[in-house]
């Protein structure tokens, strides 16, 4: 299918009327121990638009969650928010009244700066778990962004700089696309490299048919000066992170404080894209304006997708990304199920680091899984990333007659994809996931010689 | 509750009437190339009684499940068995029919030279999966093994060394205890160390309640001089392995070949405990020879655990063993699957390996498990193992004020307890988990430069 929207440089501030800023406050050097030896590093950032926005968030369904996403879960719910600050460093997760409190007096001091509603604030935090926020410097970083904020591309790059804790990289997208004519543009920027299996919804409750394997802190936040009601922008964003975010994998671990939040703020002047006209694109039907919503649905999808991927390859300690394509399955929740435990298993994901095609592991894995197999029907083969040229190692389960060297060069490239048919039903699906490497572990056993390094 | 039985040295050749052997017939050189450089490691080990035996066993719930489980699932139902042949270096799984008529063929070989009715000679079989066995190989160390069995304390040790893969030390157990006056022995010897995950049912199906978080190989093989009738000792294997095997996590992944087989051959010639002294027993009534079947059942589940926790404590590249100890969920089940999520995350046990008290990685993976959990009433602490004396580091959700440097000595020993109450019912679990290192990584990225590193 044609694509009809062009990937062009930019993040949070390409769409009309965005302003962002990223700026210094001194919580990483509280909050952890990590970067206290490497200087100074952003650790607020604010996204504002200059009239109020349609908004939609997603979060995460971890019983245990964060105070930001709690106040996010409430304000969303109107349908209208104009700003956005974020903090890295500290995760205000498991700090009890005083951070609800704290999430509260972030929104309600960029509030009284920028002169909005104060429920029109919204917050998001990452970062170690179970550390009060030290306010007096997140006030002060709050006033900076304030006054730093613009819409330039430094700004947009101290805005992502900000949102970083273990990340390597920027991440961040944008596209372009024509919306009845009117050119629309969607940016957006993104944080998270461990503590990554996002499972997401509109409620931060877990839906009735949510994996139980489900289990990362990512922040993705998007801005479009698209002119869209706010539920129809809560559908367009459900399907795009039930296709991205909600189908990574770093490490298995779902966070407290995983976060998407859109904000639409119309300047775009298209014709409103409506809740009517999104529910009728779902239900198949296709009313006057349904193009809009459709390609208004596939770019968003875009940006979450190459987001969400950014998270992958930059994942802590990751040197390889393999997308586990599930077909065949007796259904798609099955096809979930088997995708995920072969993602998520250590003998698997060890052998993607050595890149050995170790197919007894993965094979091994689907057995364990709660999905359906049976080892006679089951195939297991090696493709370039999307490709269509399959080197199968497995048939019928029983070992091809492709060389082990052949395989192994299948499996060497830093990104491939894996085949899987179990051949019982039509259920598919796919996890963008990562190998576990020595310098995963290494930056994850901390370092408890710190005396910072309290809590979670 | 004062013991009734004494642990002793020995194995399985320490009750009444069994021998054993333990030789080289080289399948490790062939299977995989770790041990190629490392020299000749026994590979083949033989159980035998003088007299038939009743059996029982359990099995991988693993839908893809090797050959010999296949056939030993069979075999067992007779309830009488005399004979265990084991191959290590290859695990006979996902080798199609040739794997099964493989299985046959080393069970009839043992059988003949034994000259015992073939269908009394169980099999097992652990290694890489899916690779056809060298059966020339295999032969010659079968006709060997058969040679060289005795009942000596080397002949024990030659078998528990010939199960080994990438243990690094033998693990052996034994006891006496008496039943009804008589002298009775439980001897034992198994295998471990990676994908150790271990969820077995007698028939090797999942029973309802099974867990879905349930994924090793280990193999262990238990003998006895007790005369218990198989149905006994089928409820007594059961509950041991529950208790034992099925709660120790290595890597989280459960294995295609997992085994426990007990052989009880009566020559202690108590008063046979039999399968109706059995279920009184488990009914909670006290029928007359009920204190037998008790200690026995005691004593054999010492056994296992002991045994279980050696394989934890062996465990690929693990430096700290940690007992999880889930108390106050809302039941057993949502108990089992707290204690599971937090045994197997990854940044839980890279934290261990840290020796970092994290509790925000606890309560977020206590969080995304299937388990209900209400963040105000979380306890998280740490004892010494089996200690009443709990550092905690968490009350109520809300952090204690045990200073950082304690909270880091307690989980600083090569063993602890971490004490995690949920506080909302009377479900309880624990599980005999195991740190995440470099070391793990490093051994199980595997070695593709190996040409005969081939297959699973």
Chains 1, 2 share one sequence.
Not at 184 to 211: D, E, F, H, W, Y
Request: proline share 5%.
């Amino acid at each position: 299918m044609k694509l009809k929207f062009t990937t062009i440089p930019g993040s949070v501030v390409a769409p009309r009327g965005f302003l962002s800023a990223g700026v210094f406050c001194d919580i990483k050097r509280l909050g952890t121990g990590k970067g206290s030896s490497k200087g100074r590093k952003r650790d607020v950032a604010l996204i504002v638009s200059e009239v109020p926005a349609a908004v939609a968030g997603l979060f995460t369904t971890n019983q245990i969650c964060a105070a930001p996403v709690k106040l996010c879960i409430d304000r969303v719910k109107s349908g209208v928010a104009q700003a956005i600050v974020i903090n890295s460093g500290n995760a205000n997760a498991c700090t009890g009244d005083q951070g609800i409190k704290d999430a509260r007096a972030m929104a309600l001091l960029a509030a009284q700066e920028l002169r909005l509603p104060e429920e029109q604030v919204l917050v998001a935090s990452t970062g170690r778990i179970g550390v009060e926020l030290p306010m007096e410097r997140v006030r002060e970083g709050i006033l900076a962004a304030c006054a730093e904020l613009g819409g330039s591309a430094e700004h947009a790059q101290h805005a992502a700089e900000a949102i970083m804790t273990s990340d390597t990289r920027l991440k961040t997208a944008a596209v372009e696309l024509r919306v009845a004519g009117k050119p629309v543009c969607i940016g957006g920027m993104c944080k998270g490299a461990g503590m990554i299996q996002p499972g997401m919804s509109l409620s931060g409750r877990r839906p009735a048919a949510t994996p139980s394997g489900l289990h990362a802190t990512m922040l993705c936040f998007i801005t479009t000066d698209a002119a869209i009601h706010p539920a129809a922008l809560r559908l367009a964003l459900q399907e795009a992170v039930t296709k991205s975010f909600n189908r990574i994998t770093v490490d298995g671990d779902m966070s407290t404080n995983d976060t998407v939040l859109v904000l639409a703020n119309g300047l775009a002047e298209n014709p409103p894209i409506t809740e009517k006209i999104a529910r009728a694109v779902k239900a198949g039907k296709n009313p006057e304006g349904s193009a809009g919503f459709t390609e208004f649905s596939r770019a968003l999808e875009h940006v979450c997708l190459d987001l969400a991927k950014k998270i992958v390859r930059d994942g802590e300690g990751v040197h390889r990304v393999v997308t586990v394509r599930v077909e065949g399955a007796k259904n798609n929740r099955e096809a979930d199920a088997a995708a995920r435990a072969v993602a998520n298993s250590a003998l698997v994901k060890t052998s993607w680091h050595g890149g050995d095609p170790n197919w007894g592991r993965i094979i091994d894995a689907l057995g364990y899984s709660p999905a359906t197999v049976v080892e006679q029907k089951v195939d297991i083969g090696y493709s370039a990333p999307g490709g269509r040229r399959v080197v199968w190692s497995l048939r019928n389960g029983q070992p091809t007659k492709v060389s082990y060297p052949v395989l192994c060069e299948a499996a060497a490239p830093g990104e491939f994809d894996l085949h899987i048919r179990l051949n019982l039903g039509a259920g598919s699906a796919l996890m963008y996931a990562a190998d576990l490497t020595e310098a995963y572990v290494d930056f994850n056993k901390g370092d408890v010689s710190d005396p910072k390094n309290l809590g979670g």
